[in-house]
Structure formats: C-alpha cells, structure tokens
C-alpha cells in the first residue's frame, strides 16, 4: 500500500503526496506531539524572511461559509533562527523538509537563499512570490511577467537545490505566469496561494480583519485589502454624517413646505413621522 503512494517531486522521493501547505503546519514541530512527521509526504515550512517578522494586528482569521480568511501577515522568526533553532529538530525526521521563502525586494530573496544554501536538511525552496515589491513601486511579483521572470531567474543562478514556485491565483490568466517562472528556471509550480478577500461586520461597518483596520488608519500595511475596507475608516465616519445630515436636510426641508398646507394636527404628526425616520437612521 506505501508503495503505491510513493512518487518524486523535482527528484526527491516522497513517502506519499501529502504535502503540509506551508503556513498551515508552523515549522513541523509544533505538530509532532498529534502527527507522525514521518507518515507525511513532506513539510512545506512557514514563510522565511531575511528578519523577523512580528505579523498582523488581530483579528487574523475569520471563517467563512466558504473558507477561512486569514491575514497573518507572514509572522516568522527569520531566517537565522529558523536555521539555528527549527532546522536541527526538523533533521531528527525523514520527511522531506521544503523552505518556503519571501521578500519584499528581489535581494531580500537572495538573502534568504543564500543562508539556506549553506544549512543542511532542507530538500528543496519553494518561493512565495505574492509579496509586493516595495522598494520599486510595490507592484506584486506574482502580477508581473518581467519582475517574476527577474526574481526566478537570479534566485535560480543562486539554488543548488530543486526550485518551486509558487503562484498567486489573483491574476487574470495564470498560465502565463506559470510558463514565465518555467523558463526562468523553476522546477515545479505550487498552485495555488489565498485568494485576495475580506470580511465585514455590516453592524459596524468595519473590517473583521485586523489588518485592514490598521491600514485604513495608517495608510500602509495590506494595500488591496486596504482599499476595500474603506468603510471602517474615517472616510466612512465622513460618509455617514454626510449621508445623515441629508436625511436631517429634506426631512426639515418636506416639513415647512408641508406647514403651508396642513393644519395644525396633520403637521404635528407628519413632524413626528420625520423624526421617527431620523431617529431610526440616526441609531
Ligand atoms: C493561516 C495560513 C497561513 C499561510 N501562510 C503562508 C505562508 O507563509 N507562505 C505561503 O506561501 N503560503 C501561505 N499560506 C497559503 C497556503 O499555503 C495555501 O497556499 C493556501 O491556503 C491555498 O490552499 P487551500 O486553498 O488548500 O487553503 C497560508 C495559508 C493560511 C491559511
């Protein structure tokens, strides 16, 4: 039965096809004590970067009918520890140990790599290249052919090791993305990463997601989702003063017209009517 599950991936055998998706699993080991390591296919770690990275402000998760949101913000310890304090343990498994890795700037990328490059007990690197390019412009390396084709292409000069790219599904053909980190050098594709979402308490008109709280407010942090989440912020404060002193307006305005024709026990009630509407758009 084992032997029928076994197979390769970029050339490394693999017990099974069970891959732990990184982000999902932490760095393995905090797993061991309710899993086998070992009866896996392979553990695909949390994302690694060149420092650590403390993540976003709660709330993270929120489930939904037809998934869960998360917005973890890429917490790890960073590269360094990673090696010094994770990958010693990890060792201690057969299972196939994959380095998932990201940046903000294709050196940043490198930087990782090359620390990695130098460690034992790392099978292959699996790139996260739905990170926003910060230091030109911003714009995602999974949303661009050329800086896809740039970041694949130096970090394959650099890897010894089988190379995985993993592609963002919030593009709108994937396939040419897939072809580009091919030609750049990958030896496989990972599809897919999240999907961009948001969730919105609609009592309180405000993100469910902690992130996008933060970003309204500071104007950096998760820029698409920060977008949508507009409602939460000051300008959606601005637009429901704007929205309820029009009410306030015409329902003023409808009263004194209505004074002209009305007696006196037809305008009290008509006043009343109004101040009803107000006050039940005002709570
Ligand atoms: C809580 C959480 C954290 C994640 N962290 C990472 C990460 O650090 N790096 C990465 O490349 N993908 C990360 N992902 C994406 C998953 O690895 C996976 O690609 C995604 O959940 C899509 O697969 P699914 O539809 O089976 O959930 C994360 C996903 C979740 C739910």
């Not at 890795?101 to 034992?120: C, K, M, R, T, W």
């Not at 989702?225 to 307006?249: I, K, Q, Y």
């Not at 329902?251 to 509407?277: H, K, N, P, T, Y």
Request: hydrophobic share 45%.
């Amino acid at each position: 039965m084992t032997d029928l599950l076994e197979t390769t991936l970029c050339g490394i055998p693999l017990r099974n096809p069970v891959l732990a998706a990184s982000g999902t699993f932490g760095y393995g080991l905090e797993f061991a004590k309710l899993v086998d390591l070992n009866q896996l296919g392979g553990i695909i770690t949390k994302g690694l970067s060149r420092e650590p990275i403390a993540g976003n402000p709660a709330p993270r998760l929120w489930h939904t009918e037809g998934g869960m949101i998360n917005s973890v913000g890429l917490q790890n310890v960073g590269v360094s520890a990673f090696i010094r304090d994770k990958l010693p343990k990890l060792r201690t498994y057969t299972v196939p140990v994959i380095a998932n890795v990201f940046g903000y700037a294709i050196e940043d990328y490198l930087a990782v790599i090359e620390q990695l490059e130098n460690a034992e007990g790392i099978a292959a690197y699996e790139l996260n290249v739905s990170c926003p390019n910060t230091k030109e412009g911003g714009i995602f390396f999974s949303s661009d052919p050329a800086l896809l084709a740039d970041l694949v292409g130096r970090v394959r000069l650099l890897a010894k090791r089988p190379l995985i790219v993993k592609l963002s599904p919030n593009v709108a053909r994937i396939a040419p993305f897939a072809r580009t980190a091919e030609e750049a050098g990958a030896d496989a594709i990972s599809l897919i990463n999240t999907f961009v979402s948001l969730a919105i308490d609609v009592q309180t008109r405000s993100s469910r997601i902690g992130a996008v709280r933060r970003s309204n407010r500071d104007a950096d942090g998760c820029l698409l989702a920060g977008g949508v989440g507009a409602s939460a912020s000051a300008d959606g404060f601005r637009l429901r003063v704007v929205r309820r002193s029009s009410v306030l307006f015409v329902a003023l305005q409808s009263a004194l017209l209505l004074r002209e024709r009305m007696d006196a026990r037809r305008m009290g009630a008509a006043i009343l009517v109004f101040i009803g509407i107000v006050l039940i758009w005002l709570a």
